[in-house]
């Protein structure tokens, strides 16, 4: 049934023309001369080829559309999920950084997060940035909230990669020298790299779980039923 109310939405234009078309081939006045009787036929056959090949691109258009949101609702939406949760329970296993120890093997952690970034699955960009799917997206909140979760991405994905670089340049010092001042400033460097990171993984997971909503509302308005398999 749903199906049939998608395909009345993109077909209705077409369909009431045939109806019209049909009326005036029974009901059409025999005293109308040959002219009118043409022009009328070469308008509804005209208005009928161009509305039916815009309806056959838009229900093309949409199933794009599904398609691709139901890669990113069952693959994309639970890997970002999982990245932004892993990086915010790390970081709060150190939410109590008092110690050059502590903050040594914190950063030391950290400095492998360039690997991280690396490996990062960036693969379903590819669906996001073809022409026929940006084309094929008519509403401006499925635009907005897809660009600000790939926005979000990028910048968490650097963000991995530039404070793995300050790890390893902290890691660098001489702890034992170290006095008080030294100390005090390299711990709160350290936490400066966690609350970073933390707010980057937060970010991430706020904007996706946005992304989630949309596609959500999309399935719903289209009658689309997911489900997830038991791992």
Not at 40 to 65: C, D, M, P
Not at 101 to 109: C, H, K
Not at 155 to 166: E, P, R
Not at 202 to 207: A, D, G, N, P, T
Request: hydrophobic residues 40%; charged residues 25%; neutral net charge.
């Amino acid at each position: 049934m749903r199906k049939i109310e998608v395909y009345l939405k993109y077909f209705l234009i077409p369909i009431i023309l045939i109806i019209i078309s049909i009326i005036c081939w029974f009901y059409i006045s025999d005293t109308l001369g040959n002219f009118k009787v043409g022009f009328i036929a070469s308008v509804l056959g005209v208005g009928i080829s161009i509305f039916t090949a815009e309806s056959f691109k838009q229900i093309n258009e949409y199933k794009r559309v599904k398609k691709t949101f139901g890669f990113l609702k069952l693959i994309t939406i639970p890997y970002l999920k999982n990245q932004s949760e892993n990086i915010t329970d790390t970081m709060k296993l150190y939410q109590d950084i008092c110690s050059i120890t502590q903050a040594q093997s914190f950063l030391v952690l950290i400095s492998n997060f360039d690997a991280v970034s690396l490996s990062f699955d960036k693969s379903w960009l590819q669906l996001i940035y073809s022409q026929d799917f940006i084309d094929a997206m008519k509403s401006d909140d499925q635009f907005n909230k897809l660009s600000n979760a790939v926005l979000e991405i990028q910048l968490f994905t650097k963000q991995l990669t530039a404070q793995s670089v300050n790890a390893k340049h902290l890691l660098i010092n001489d702890f034992t020298k170290f006095g008080e001042k030294e100390t005090d400033l390299f711990l709160s460097r350290t936490k400066q790299i966690r609350n970073d990171l933390n707010i980057s993984a937060q970010k991430l997971e706020k904007y996706t779980d946005k992304l989630n909503e949309e596609i959500d509302h999309f399935f719903s308005s289209a009658g689309v039923k997911h489900e997830e398999f038991d791992r």
